[in-house]
T-cell receptor
Framework: GIQVEQSPPDLILQEGANSTLRCNFS?????LQWFHQNPWGQLINLFY???GTKQNGRLSATTVATERYSLLYISSSQTTDSGVYFC???????????FGTGTKLQVIP | DARVTQTPRHKVTEMGQEVTMRCQPI?????VFWYRQTMMQGLELLAY????????DSGMPKDRFSAEMPDATLATLKIQPSEPRDSAVYFC????????????FGEGSWLTVV
């Protein structure tokens, strides 16, 4: 299966700051998703984005499939953005969805 | 509001006991995943099914773990016998036609084996 690397592993932000999280894939993917795991452990879908750019409020994501990476942008961060952000991808016909190790974000007031 | 339902939400059991976790995927979804999350290993894929058929269970310890889909509305993950190292959160997720669609997670089953 594919390998998924995320950076940075940890991030501390002051409320209101912006940040960029990165996800690199070892192979081309035809399924790429971003998730947020909140402090209660729930995994929430943020984006399905195998290519291109999408925006949802203060969050946006860009995937450059040919270069095997994806970026998640968080603008004007809020304390509720704290948690762990995962990217996950799958390649090939069987769609084995593999997760990265996550970026742990803490937004402080 | 469609969602993936997992039971039990929390389970404490003694080493050696059998544990069964259940998952009801979102109606109409034909792909079901089982993941295990620990601090050390992150989110590991244990097994996944499409149209109730197992496609890959290479992430699962075969000697003690088994996963099945008796019907389209129920997926089970069984551990027998359980060991302390199995303590983790087990997530089920479902999707329809994984290419072109996102997958949705249940709230997880928090397992502690003492």
């Amino acid at each position: 299966g594919i390998q998924v690397e995320q950076s940075p592993p940890d991030l501390i932000l002051q409320e209101g700051a912006n940040s960029t999280l990165r996800c690199n894939f070892s192979d081309s993917v035809n399924n790429l998703q971003w998730f947020h795991q909140n402090p209660w452990g729930q995994l929430i879908n943020l984006f399905y984005i195998p290519s291109g750019t999408k925006q949802n409020g203060r969050l946006s994501a860009t995937t450059v499939a040919t270069e095997r990476y994806s970026l998640l942008y968080i603008s004007s961060s809020q304390t509720t953005d704290s948690g762990v952000y995962f990217c996950a991808g799958a390649a090939g016909g069987y769609q084995k969805v593999t997760f990265g190790t996550g970026t742990k974000l803490q937004v402080i007031p | 509001d469609a969602r993936v339902t997992q039971t039990p939400r929390h389970k404490v059991t003694e080493m050696g006991q059998e544990v069964t976790m259940r998952c009801q995927p979102i109606l109409g979804h034909n792909t079901v995943f089982w993941y295990r999350q620990t601090m050390m290993q992150g989110l590991e894929l244990l097994a996944y099914f499409r149209n109730r058929a197992p496609l890959d269970d290479s992430g699962m310890p075969k000697d003690r773990f088994s996963a099945e889909m008796p019907d389209a509305t129920l997926a089970t993950l069984k551990i027998q016998p359980s060991e302390p190292r199995d303590s983790a959160v087990y997530f089920c997720a479902s999707g329809f036609r994984v290419t072109g669609n996102t997958i949705y997670f249940g709230e997880g089953s928090w397992l502690t084996v003492v």
